[in-house]
């Protein structure tokens, strides 16, 4: 073999398309120099951070993109990296740096990084197993392994690109299975089943509801109590008023990690009522998954070995970097109704048969997929459950030292409680009208983000405008926060001054 590949390097045409371009055993050493410095390079970025952001507002960036050509004659690989480190690293957003509290974006572990520079390089689709061989192994191997961290005994699933992904695929289950029990035929059906989720649901339950071809009132809301969880008995209610009135509850979404205020459901609860009323259910643990390797909250999922389906997002709490998420089902059977077989990819003829490989193909919405369960892999071999567990608590332990922080705190008043690592707040001094506070929270934050020194959300529950901290960086500290909070509280006074400077007609 080592002559042949000798003799078929040696003997390729060097004027051939790509010749010197693809990873062959020809470039694999221009492969690994190129890679080398690539990562010298963003290491040094990494050193250098001093903000989340250097801050240049969009028309300088626009400008930038814009005087690039795509359709000159290439520059060659190392001058384009160069230029992509310049244009793309030196303005991207760095989610380590403990100023960055804006949305669920998360700083990345160190195996997880290797191992995105591993599968991008042998670039395998776990699709089919003929495409992935032990990749598909290691998969599955993952799904059960999460699908016992859950409490499925059995369970199974499949990696997709996110959680807007798995929800989607989790109601699409539930809808087959409502075809299958349904004694009319889908024309009549779709439009009168129902998913019931509260206000604070993601935004995926009621956009998978209008894919799926649902009726544009298909999602029904159910009352929360006053925090913001989903009540239960009101689930009831609302589940009996669906059935009385020819309205099948096609699922019930819970959500385990609301993405404002970190809410978790009460599971336990919601299960026995879906139980009680045949409701598929399923939990969206995009951001409360993490949670299920906690040494010291594992008991807020409480319930959720009961539902039918369930979203996990490593992305976001596991620390991986985008993407990698999975859909875990307690029933492996559910699986089926997504599967569709093409004679080229998975004939259904070899999927009949005793010895039929396993093609995720089958389990999935997706065909091409990457390999992004190699990142959860190599970092549960590398660090263990255990480990990125405390990592999940000090960020909840965290975001409960900012709360005790602002709660005598003159100008920020924060909302509420949480179950995770969020905290809700607004700058909201003595004397100002609720009008002109709303105005001010989305001015600080594009002030804010406009600097680059700090980015911190903002959003709007029950008509109130707040602005929000979303707290994912293990490493940051509360002296890390409170200088964020300083930024906040010292751009709302200017803000303030500048209003009363203008009204009192002061030139500034």
Request: aromatic share 4%; net charge negative.
């Amino acid at each position: 073999m080592d002559s042949l590949l000798t003799l078929t390097t040696e003997t390729d045409d060097p004027d051939s398309p790509g010749v010197g371009s693809l990873l062959t055993a020809r470039t694999a050493d221009a492969y690994a120099d190129l890679l080398h410095h690539v990562v010298d390079d963003i290491a040094g970025h990494v050193r250098a951070v001093r903000a989340p952001s250097v801050g240049p507002d969009r028309s300088a960036l626009e400008r930038l993109v814009e005087e690039r050509t795509l359709d000159g004659s290439g520059i060659g690989a190392a001058a384009a990296l160069e230029e992509a480190g310049a244009l793309y690293a030196q303005h991207a957003v760095w989610f380590h740096h403990p100023s960055y509290l804006a949305h669920l974006n998360c700083p990345v572990v160190l195996p997880a990084v290797a191992a995105e520079a591993m599968l991008a390089a042998i670039n395998t689709s776990v699709d089919t197993y003929d495409q992935s061989l032990v990749a598909t192994l290691m998969e599955q191997r993952l799904v059960r392994w999460t699908g016992r961290r859950i409490g499925f005994a059995a369970g199974d699933g499949v990696f997709t690109s996110g959680g807007t992904q798995s929800n989607l695929q989790a109601l699409f289950l539930a809808r087959r299975r409502a075809e299958r029990r349904a004694t009319t035929d889908r024309e009549d059906l779709l439009p009168r089943l129902r998913v019931l989720t509260t206000e604070a649901a993601h935004f995926s339950v009621s956009r998978s509801a209008e894919l799926l071809g649902l009726a544009e009132d298909a999602v029904r809301i159910v009352a929360a109590d006053g925090q913001g969880r989903m009540d239960p008995t009101a689930l009831d209610v609302l589940l009996t008023r669906c059935e009385a009135s020819g309205e099948p509850v096609m699922a019930v979404v819970a959500t385990a990690g609301t993405t404002d205020r970190g809410l978790i459901d009460p599971l336990a609860e919601i299960a026995a009522t879906t139980g009680t009323h045949g409701a598929w259910l399923h939990v969206d643990a995009a951001y409360g998954g993490g949670l299920l390797v906690s040494g010291t909250r594992r008991q807020l999922l409480a319930g959720i070995e009961r539902a039918d389906s369930v979203t996990v997002d490593f992305h976001k709490t596991y620390f991986q970097p985008v993407s990698s998420s999975a859909l875990i089902v307690r029933d492996p059977a559910d699986l089926a109704a997504a599967a569709h077989h093409a004679d080229y990819l998975n004939p259904a003829a070899e999927a009949a048969s005793a010895d039929a490989e396993p093609n995720q193909v089958d389990k999935s919405l997706q065909t091409t997929r990457r390999f992004d369960a190699l990142k959860l892999w190599t970092t549960l071999r590398a660090l263990g459950p255990d480990e990125l567990g405390r990592m999940v608590d000090r960020v909840c332990d965290l975001a409960a030292e900012v709360r005790g922080l602002l709660e005598d705190d003159p100008d920020l008043h924060v909302l509420g409680t949480t179950d995770l690592s969020t905290v809700v707040f607004r700058f909201q001094p003595a004397g100002l009208d609720d009008a002109r506070v709303d105005e001010l929270q989305p001015l600080i934050r594009r002030i804010l983000f406009q600097s680059g020194r700090a980015m911190v959300a903002r959003t709007t529950i029950d008509g109130v405008c707040y602005l929000k901290l979303t707290l994912l960086n293990p490493e940051a500290t509360l002296t890390d926060i409170a200088a964020v909070l300083d930024l906040v509280r010292a751009t709302g006074r200017g803000l303030l001054a500048g209003t009363r400077l203008a009204a009192t007609g002061v030139d500034r």
